[in-house]
């Protein structure tokens, strides 16, 4: 089973922000209407996990990035395309959990062929979350003809803009 660790993630409740999220964890607060990709995440897994008679791992990656099989840039490497293609002036504030998608990849073959491995629920992550702006220095190091912005945007002109920026229809 896939899912993501947005099943774990993003809107957790205020009480446990700040502790290390397991895959153990289940959001128990969010509905169709608030927090809509979590909960369709969740619920998949759940269903999956009801129907399967057998063993069953779910393999729960973050935001993934690496080469994509097609010509659209899927939602979640947005940010990073952004970047690449320097449309950011400032670097938004945003600490990320990366994975490499041939990492995933790696881990459902693992998963599929390991006979070790119990059932459960294993996040596929980097152990530190990493701010864009890190993200940019590491690849303008790596590749100075890149020269990428790394200077962080303030939270509080972030929140600002947030008030004008056109919503889009969920």
Request: charged share 20%; net charge neutral; with cysteine.
């Amino acid at each position: 089973s896939v899912s993501t660790n947005a099943a774990i993630d993003k809107f957790r409740k205020p009480a446990d922000r700040g502790t290390p999220i397991t895959e153990k964890e289940w959001l128990s607060h969010v509905t169709p209407t608030y927090g809509t990709y979590n909960y369709a995440k969740i619920e998949a897994e759940k269903l999956i996990t009801d129907l399967w008679e057998g063993e069953l791992i779910s393999i729960l990656p973050c935001m993934c990035y690496g080469p994509l099989l097609s010509e659209v840039v899927p939602g979640s490497s947005s940010p990073l395309d952004l970047m690449l293609n320097n449309e950011y002036k400032l670097v938004p504030p945003m600490w990320i959990h990366w994975v490499d998608v041939r990492d995933v990849a790696r881990a459902h073959v693992f998963a599929a062929s390991e006979k070790k491995m119990p059932n459960g629920r294993y996040m596929c992550v980097l152990p530190n979350n990493i701010p864009m702006s890190a993200m940019a220095h590491s690849l303008n190091k790596a590749d100075p003809t890149l020269n990428l912005v790394t200077r962080d945007l303030p939270w509080a002109a972030l929140w600002l803009a947030s008030w004008f920026a056109k919503k889009r229809p969920i």
